[in-house]
């Protein structure tokens, strides 16, 4: 009986050990860390994040965070909200990569790679694109600004508003 007990408390133990080791607690506190490629940064915003395009909402199905001062969006989602076509992103899997092509523009992103293509210029980027939650989440600002957009914000104690409007549009914001 007390054999059956110990081996009882011991499975317990190593379930709950194995939550914290897999679980990714770092997405959703302000103050935690994400590790990337050996290199760690910092997730120093846990505040609600809106994102606007044209006065209109984009909603994400995985809450955007804010990592080194950059906002990190889900690719697919923005991508789509600044108007490109399913059939223009092109994940490949094996490189973790993604390629996006817009109004004669293309931008390479390796996930946990700093180093981005635009066309065929190498840029350096402050953060690179991570995985989370099976989604791809890219610097907001970065990929917006190479595809002709303007991006603005503005904040509070408890949110951060992102307003994108498409360079020389009429909509004001």
Do not use: H, W
Not at 66 to 81: D, G, Q, S, Y
Not at 94 to 122: F, W
Not at 144 to 169: P, Q
């Amino acid at each position: 009986m007390i054999f059956k007990f110990k081996r009882f408390i011991l499975c317990l133990f190593v379930l709950i050990v194995s939550l914290f080791c897999v679980y990714p607690t770092y997405a959703s506190v302000s103050g935690d860390a994400v590790k990337i490629n050996g290199e760690t940064y910092r997730i120093t915003s846990s505040k609600n994040i809106n994102v606007y395009i044209e006065r209109s909402k984009i909603n994400f199905d995985v809450e955007p965070i804010i990592i080194e001062n950059r906002t990190m969006v889900p690719l697919r989602f923005l991508a789509n909200a600044i108007g490109i076509k399913d059939n223009k992103i092109i994940y490949d899997e094996t490189e973790q990569s993604v390629i996006l092509e817009y109004n004669g523009k293309t931008i390479k992103l390796i996930v946990g790679d700093k180093n981005a293509l635009i066309d065929i210029d190498e840029v350096e980027l402050d953060v690179p694109a991570v995985e989370l939650n099976n989604r791809v989440l890219v610097p907001l600002r970065f990929v917006c600004e190479t595809f002709g957009y303007n991006v603005d914000y503005g904040e509070t104690e408890t949110s951060m508003n992102i307003f994108m409007k498409k360079r020389n549009s009429p909509t004001n914001l």
